[in-house]
């Protein structure tokens, strides 16, 4: 029996050694996470990144980020472009289209024939924007908009372009930008989940989300989106069960938590701990989540500026209000994801419908928060995947017609968290088809969100087997020309 106890204390492997040495190392990251002031300040040239701790003086302290699912056409709605109206039905140059992959829906096309837009466009604002007639509510916040019409892509097909926008990677199983900036920058309400996601849906094509959209990846899972549902239980299972009070809850996590700490001494796996966060957030967020969806404190006048469908749980109009109630209660970033942008026919029926379903909502978001004074300290978002084709997809017809996916080039638009408002940025060709000037590729677009938060894009690392993982990957550059 001696002899047992004594091979048994020198049974001291080298895999036991790392995991006994890396409890020293989790407990300080453990205590960055839960003191954030913990270690001070990053120097420039330190690659390390303390949780909660910016890398400078951030400009916007939440993101809130509109995500049109399925790639607007940026032709119906701010790339005005008269010269693709007159040219209606000719064949695309071959000089323009040049050796652009095509998707599978249009490759085996015998002609590419250029439609122009059904719906015509005014300028508006000090800017002198041009908007579509679709969108009369976004035409009037046009000085609070920053434009971007050159943004560009390397996916195009949805899935891989939409993972692409959200993790910096085509493939999945990436930390997506929510994640990072949670684990960047740590909690501000520590009653309320740092990331949360919000789902709607038009009338047209819905492509699919997936949870892998706001997966933490390789990141402790603390740093996961929580989606909200339109149910009852807007966060599922947070409830408690039939029979068990907050004390008996409360009893039970407390006793829990011992269970883990003593795995995590065993282990010294970090993700261990990271479950006791999470079942304490959850215990928070029972109280903190039934508050924040209450919109019965909410005056007529907000119901008003959002539209009355912002009283209809799940909607693209409540999922905006409900992102401003979330923002100004510390949630660093707000998802949004509506769909039904997917138009390859019956394109002037659906994005008439898409259009109407979020032109109001958009607006009064950024309204909303300008009036509070919050859209100095936040940064609204409002775009797709990537853009449409100049050429018609199928047949073109006098009242119909549908466009291709097209990554050379999209619009989307920014506002507040330091952005430059009232600004018009890049340009594509006069057929909408190349960037003409200002290329911004999604890396660039990262970076720039990042660098708004306080974090450089170049030192919010994670090393993950043996590999140095990023947002922007190996690229990137901040767009200077968009900071105010």
């Known amino acids: 029996m001696e002899k047992e106890i004594l091979e048994h204390g020198f049974n001291f ?20 996470l839960m003191i954030p002031d913990l270690f001070g300040g990053n120097s420039a040239d330190d690659d390390s990144l303390p949780p909660g701790i910016p890398h400078f003086a951030p400009k916007a302290k939440r993101v809130i980020y509109l995500f049109q699912n399925g790639a607007p056409s940026q032709q119906e709605l701010f790339d005005y472009k008269p010269k693709l109206r007159a040219m209606m039905g000719q064949e695309i140059p071959p000089s323009v289209r040049g050796t652009q992959r095509l998707t599978g829906m249009t490759a085996n096309q015998a002609s590419f024939p250029l439609v122009g ?18 969108f009369p509510y976004t035409a009037k916040i046009v000085d609070d908009l920053c434009i971007v019409k050159s943004m560009y892509t390397e996916a195009i097909n949805h899935d891989p372009a939409l993972t692409f926008l959200q993790t910096g990677s085509q493939q999945g199983n990436r930390p997506s930008m929510g994640s990072w900036l949670s684990y960047g920058l740590g909690n501000e309400n520590k009653n309320l989940p740092n990331f949360t996601v919000l789902l709607s849906r038009g009338i047209g094509n819905g ?16 740093h996961q989106g929580v989606q909200f549902s339109k149910g009852e239980d807007p966060v599922l299972y947070l409830r408690d069960p039939e029979g068990m009070d907050r004390h008996a809850r409360r009893d039970m996590l407390d006793n829990l938590a011992q269970l883990n700490d003593m795995a995590y001494q ?28 209450d919109l019965s404190k909410e005056s007529d006048d907000i119901i008003k500026l959002y539209g009355p469908e912002c009283l209809v749980p799940g909607t693209f109009a409540a999922n905006c209000l409900l992102a401003r109630k979330l923002s100004e209660n510390g949630v660093r970033f707000v998802q949004l994801y509506h769909q039904g ?62 466009r291709d996916h097209h990554p050379r080039c999209f619009t989307i638009w920014m506002a507040g968290g330091g952005i430059k408002p009232g600004i018009v940025y890049g340009e594509t060709d006069e057929l909408g088809y190349n960037i003409a000037q200002n290329p911004v590729h999604v890396h660039d677009f990262q970076a720039t969100i990042l660098h708004q938060m306080g974090l450089n894009h170049e030192k919010l690392i994670f090393k993950h087997l043996g590999r140095r993982y990023r947002l922007t990957d190996v690229s990137g550059k901040v767009v200077n020309d968009l900071i105010a």
């Open 266 to 293: 065993e282990f010294g796996d970090p993700e261990i701990t990271a479950k006791v966060k999470q079942y304490e957030m959850a215990y928070r967020m029972q109280t903190a989540v039934p508050e924040v969806m």
């Open 13 to 32: 492997n080298r895999r036991r050694f790392l995991s006994r040495l890396s409890l020293g190392l989790g407990s300080a990251a453990l205590g960055s």
């Open 341 to 402: 942008w997917d138009q390859h026919g019956n394109l002037p029926f659906e994005i008439a419908k898409q259009a109407k379903d979020v032109d109001q909502a958009s607006a009064a978001l950024v309204t909303d928060l300008k009036q509070r004074g919050l859209l100095d300290e936040t940064l609204v978002i409002w775009g797709g995947e990537f853009g449409r084709t100049s050429y018609t997809q199928g047949k073109l017809t006098a009242d119909n017609y549908g």
């Open 117 to 134: 837009s059904f719906v015509n466009f005014q300028q508006y604002g000090q800017s002198r924007a041009w908007v579509s007639d679709l």
């Open 207 to 222: 492509q699919g989300v997936y949870s892998k959209l706001w997966s933490n990846g390789f990141l402790d899972s603390i």
